[in-house]
């Protein structure tokens, strides 16, 4: 078995390190070592994989460790390399890879000036619990500036079952922001109507299972048809007085149910819906500039305003 493939370290022991431990240990690699800063969080860990040594000390890494996942919040990435920089370690045939989609790979210099080879390895999925992901068919984000650990990331990914693509330092910020629009604030738009449907009233009724096919189905859609052609809704026909009764009857409801940014979400996503609209037809029409209108008149009422 190769070096790299057998002397792996895993230094922090979060929600990604459970998905990650999982795939590597399914394609045969070899956990030496758990790192966290707390020993029940490392032992864990350990326990789930059956990985002999865990600690909540760097010094306990074996110095024939090759392969180091920096599995650790995005705020520690730079302390850690760091700490990792001052150890007895064999840099200069060692691999530190950090996990951050948002920052890119100058955190870990203090390695790279041991002469370490350095990389981050984002994972485009979402790890919302230490509840293991699978991973498999996923896309991975390879970022160095060394061709050589640039293939051995491939192929390990690829032996993961994942899908590797290269991403350049410079463009890692809206590369993230982008998983932000398509997970986080997903979430947080079924959030809203989650919090919408419970104020129609729907008695004896799952709002999971009701909503659930509308949100597979457009998914399917942009598949199928990319976002442009999967739009639909009031905002897409110009149906201007749909979104007035939506805002007004939310208005309606008891105040303390929902924030002033709550409104001001649903107008700022009616506008960048437009911008969908623009792009599947070339053009606003009278209808469409109509409600663009009304939506910047109460977008600037709603952000002078105490309301709600």
């Known amino acids: 078995m190769p070096e790299h493939k057998k002397n792996i370290a895993v230094i922090g022991a979060g929600k990604i390190s459970y998905s990650l431990g999982h795939a590597l240990q399914k394609s045969k690699y070899n956990i030496t070592i758990v790192v966290s800063r707390h020993l029940t969080s490392a032992k864990k860990l ?108 491939f192929q390990l990914a690829e032996s993961l079952g994942l899908n590797p693509f290269e991403l350049k330092s410079e ?3 809206l590369y993230h922001a982008a998983g932000v629009f ?5 979430t947080c738009n079924i959030f809203n109507s989650e919090k919408l449907f419970k104020e129609s009233k729907i008695y004896n009724s799952n709002f999971y299972e009701i909503i659930r096919p509308i949100i597979y189905t457009t998914l399917r859609n942009i598949k199928r ?10 905002v897409e026909r110009g149906d201007l007085e749909t979104i007035k009764g939506h805002l007004s009857g939310i208005k309606k409801e ?20 437009l911008d969908i609209v623009n792009s599947k037809y070339g053009n606003l029409n009278k209808r469409h500039l109509e409600i663009k209108k009304y939506l910047m008149q109460e977008l600037k009422k709603y952000s002078s305003s105490k309301i709600i």
Do not use: W
């Open 225 to 234: 048809e990319r976002t442009i052609k999967a739009l639909s809704g009031p």
């Open 254 to 273: 008891n105040k303390n149910k929902f924030s002033k940014i709550f409104f001001m979400n649903y107008i700022i996503q009616s506008l960048s819906l």
């Open 46 to 153: 350990a326990d789930k994989f059956r990985i002999k040594k865990y600690s909540d000390h760097l010094n306990d890494i074996p110095e024939n460790c090759r392969l180091f996942f920096l599995a650790v919040p995005d705020s520690q990435i730079k302390n850690a390399a760091d700490d990792l920089s001052r150890l007895k370690l064999d840099f200069k045939h060692s691999l530190f890879v950090h996990l951050s989609g948002a920052h890119d790979v100058s955190l870990l210099n203090s390695l790279k000036n041991k002469n370490a080879k350095t990389a981050s390895f984002h994972i485009m999925q979402t790890f919302p619990t230490k509840k293991v992901v699978n991973i498999k068919n996923s896309f991975v984000a390879v970022e160095t500036e060394n061709n050589q650990v640039k293939r051995v990331l």
């Open 171 to 173: 463009n890692k910020t």
């Open 182 to 186: 398509a997970s986080n604030f997903l």
